[in-house]
């Protein structure tokens, strides 16, 4: 991609469900994150994956998590007794340095991209939107269609079968299955991220071939239902102009601070910036 622009040296956080997707192995390896990163990348950007953590000087695999990390939580036990207390006490220290590392890449990029399926249960990504928003920093939030066309099918299937039905009706409340066809945030996300950096899509299909990307179930959802406002173009236009908010004061667009991105290109070594002479 030609004209890096803006986005030449940005440093960008990837946030999202790691622990409860269907499988960390395929997400690890060739989920939205993968592709992303090469996206970004391709624009001169420093990509933060948890997936992919940088390493630490001196502190060696400090949090790295792999595709079988969440296993180790079955090792958590709730009993009030001392093997109890030392088995949380070894959980939470092992964790901690995970926890530590995320939340370090999220402080130390100058905005994070959050893939948040309504139906996936995540703690971390919360965690890491507010911290960002906390130091007024964009958070680009990609919020996509859940559907369950399985589930459909099912029930058509069981139509006939009363008992089967209720087993159905029952399971999807327990669970619970919740379709968001339109892909609406949370009400709470909605203030928090502001109403300018929600996006219901990627965007892949316009740059699969660009980038031979492999066909996947991420081109097949957005195929199904096209993103109204995919995340990639948005990207693309940003390395060009800094994005806009809508100031419901004064019913226009208005300048958005929250993207300070940095200008450290041609600095002498350890210098940020040149001092200022008082004229």
């Known amino acids: 991609m030609s004209g890096r622009g803006l986005l030449e040296g940005a440093r960008v956080y990837l946030s ?22 090469k996206f970004l990348r391709d624009m001169g950007c ?27 939580r079955s090792a958590w036990r709730f009993d009030d007794s001392p093997q109890g207390a030392r088995a949380r006490s070894k959980l939470t220290g092992k964790f901690w ?5 995320d939340l370090r890449m999220v402080d130390t990029s100058d905005f994070t991209i959050a893939y948040c399926p309504t139906n996936i249960y995540s703690v971390g990504t919360p965690h890491e939107i507010a911290l960002c928003r906390q130091q007024r920093k964009p958070v680009l939030f990609v ?19 009363k008992k089967g039905t209720e ?21 709470w996300y ?6 300018e950096s929600f996006f219901d899509g990627f965007g892949f299909d ?7 990307w492999a066909e996947s179930p991420l081109d097949t959802r957005e195929k199904g239902r096209p993103p109204k406002r995919p995340l990639l173009p948005f990207l693309a236009r940003l390395a060009e102009q800094l994005p806009k908010k809508w100031d419901a004061t004064r019913n226009r667009y208005v300048r958005n601070d929250d993207w300070l991105l940095w200008n450290l290109q041609g600095a002498r070594k350890g210098v940020v910036a040149e001092p200022h002479e008082d004229k």
Not at 18 to 27: G, I, K
Not at 97 to 101: K, P, R, S, V
Not at 149 to 160: C, E, F, K, Q
Not at 206 to 212: H, L, N
């Open 16 to 37: 999202g469900p790691m622990d409860f997707v269907a499988s960390r192995e395929d997400e690890m390896k060739n989920g939205w994150r993968t592709r992303i990163g």
């Open 46 to 72: 420093t990509v933060f994956d948890p997936w992919q953590k940088p390493e630490v000087r001196g502190l060696l695999e400090y949090g790295r998590e792999g595709v079988d990390t969440a296993k180790s």
């Open 206 to 212: 316009a740059y699969r071939k660009r980038f031979r």
């Open 167 to 187: 087993l159905l009706d029952a399971l999807a409340t327990e669970v619970p299955i919740k379709p968001n066809p339109e892909g609406i945030p949370s009400l």
């Open 97 to 101: 340095e995970t926890l530590h590392i």
């Open 143 to 161: 919020s996509p269609p859940v559907e369950f066309p399985s589930l459909d099918a099912l029930r058509a299937h069981l139509a006939g079968d």
């Open 190 to 195: 909605m203030p928090l991220v502001g109403g």
